[in-house]
Nanobody
Framework: QVQLVESGGGLAQPGGSLRLSCATS????????MGWYRQAPGKQRSLVAS???????NYADSVKGRFTISRDNAKNTMYLQMNSLKPEDTAVYYC?????????WGQGTQVTVSS
């Protein structure tokens, strides 16, 4: 059974930081390209950052220089370090794993940036 479990969301002040984790099980993690997506109320889900099997990273323009995606293949876990948070970063953040047509999602974790 495949499971992707996000954690680390919560309330942060503008300019603050949060670190999200995505713990996986049931997949051969090192084979999978991984990504973080987010969905704000009334908006479509969009890519925040992705990381390939070879750890090549890609970021949405809105988070470049503020967010860092990483993976630990030994722990089957992906991370998103979010710094200099802005109110517009408020959303539900989802973890995604993709490989050879298999596509899996986590249940999401809420991130709220507010003073």
């Amino acid at each position: 059974q495949v499971q992707l479990v996000e954690s680390g969301g919560g309330l942060a002040q503008p300019g603050g930081s949060l670190r999200l984790s995505c713990a996986t099980s049931g997949i051969t993690f090192e084979w999978y390209a991984m990504g973080w997506y987010r969905q704000a109320p009334g908006k479509q889900r969009s890519l925040v950052a992705s990381i390939t099997r070879g750890s090549t990273t890609n970021y949405a323009d809105s988070v470049k220089g503020r967010f860092t995606i990483s993976r630990d293949n030994a722990k089957n876990t992906m991370y998103l370090q979010m710094n200099s948070l802005k109110p517009e970063d408020t959303a539900v953040y989802y973890c995604n794993a993709n490989f050879a047509g298999s596509d899996y999602w986590g249940q999401g974790t809420q991130v709220t940036v507010s003073s």
